[in-house]
């Protein structure tokens, strides 16, 4: 739901009744992640998806119904059959997903822009939702302690809470309940992992762009005031002053840690040596450093001098990104966002085993 929730506040505050439904279950190979959820209004504009296509009109089409009977519904889609044409509802994968359809009256959302103030301001919030065809409840949980609303009396909202406070640090969703009916679906979105990206050069813009579509929030780390003015113009937060220094401020802050990203881009010694030296002490969940073969040697080396052992220097990814073999900004943004993935899914995920755009 957090790509689509800015929308879905615009919604509340136009008055404009909706359905939301979200896939909150899923066995098996399916299109998108469990937590993902599509909205449609009265006149059938949609927002979101639920599956990419294959069962997407017919979740649409029962958004449609619930919102004019203002009964929510608890949908499962299975396998396409054999024979099945372009019409029939199924999923080609060959998953099993259910599906949480509920109308949300304007006059009762108060769960909707409390949701959006804090994913819009990089907090962390949790969200449970009662799934009864008697109604819905709504549970927001604040890692400070706060919490508001009710998807049951006693331990069910004890229990909804407490897995809502385990998720929120990293995220991620959980289904309470037994039997093929769930009775409380639980989402957390934690604060967006940091991308620290060092010194602002061609490749920082689409990596900063690629990198919010992947949930980061991107900053640049910026020593050269000419330079971070590029950076502001393009609409990236900018942190000045020397890169070591600010990934010191944002370690100090909280905003860097085991979940961040930092991608180092000078290939200057002078510049890269402290900054890498600065991120390896973290232990930040994916560090990179671009540079040709020549420069990777000579960065090892005085990362070795400058007291990183062997595992330290192991961990960095240098030379960046995985091989595609492009060599243009977009293009060398693309490899390094690939493996920006290919680590956050598997953070044993090997390294290139040559160099990606850059010559010196």
């Not at 009977?69 to 099945?84: E, F, I, K």
């Not at 949980?141 to 004890?158: F, I, K, N, Q």
């Not at 639980?186 to 992992?193: C, M, Y």
Request: aromatic share 4%.
């Amino acid at each position: 739901m957090r790509d689509i929730l800015p929308q879905l506040a615009g919604w509340w505050r136009e008055s404009r009744p909706f359905a939301l439904a979200t896939l909150v279950d899923a066995v098996g190979s399916t299109p998108l992640p469990v937590g993902t959820a599509m909205a449609v209004d009265r006149e059938g504009a949609v927002l979101g998806a639920i599956s990419g296509g294959c069962v997407d009109a017919d979740v649409a089409a029962t958004a449609q119904d619930v919102l004019r009977d203002g009964r929510p519904v608890l949908r499962r889609y299975g396998p396409a059959g054999p024979g099945s044409g372009p019409f029939d509802v199924g999923l080609t994968c060959g998953g099993t997903i259910t599906v949480w359809i509920e109308p949300v009256p304007p006059d009762d959302a108060w769960w909707l822009p409390v949701l959006a103030a804090a994913v819009g301001a990089g907090r962390p919030v949790a969200h449970a939702v009662r799934l009864s065809s008697a109604g819905p409840g709504h549970l927001v949980v604040l890692p400070d302690g706060g919490r508001e609303g009710s998807v049951g009396a006693g331990e069910v909202d004890r229990d909804a809470e407490a897995a809502a406070r385990r998720l929120l640090p990293e995220g991620g969703t959980a289904v309470l309940g037994s039997g093929p009916h769930p009775d409380v679906f639980v989402a957390a979105h934690a604060s967006p992992p940091l991308l620290a990206i060092v010194t602002w050069t061609p490749v920082a813009r689409p990596l900063a762009r690629i990198g919010g579509e992947l949930g980061y929030r991107p900053v640049v780390l910026e020593h050269r005031p000419v330079f971070a003015a590029q950076a502001r113009d393009a609409g990236v937060e900018v942190l000045p002053g020397l890169p070591q220094t600010g990934l010191r401020t944002l370690r100090g802050e909280g905003a860097l840690d085991g979940r961040s990203a930092v991608v180092v881009l000078t290939h200057d010694a002078r510049v890269d040596v402290p900054a890498l030296l600065e991120a390896a002490d973290v232990g930040v969940g994916y560090l990179g450093a671009i540079g040709s073969a020549a420069t990777v040697r000579d960065r090892s080396g005085r990362l070795r001098d400058a007291g990183l052992d062997e595992a330290g220097r192991s961990a960095i990814h240098s030379p960046i990104g995985l091989p595609l073999g492009g060599r243009a900004p977009a293009e060398v943004a693309t490899a390094i966002a690939a493996q920006l993935v290919a680590v956050r899914v598997s953070p044993r995920h090997p390294g290139p085993r040559r160099a990606v755009g850059s010559g010196c």
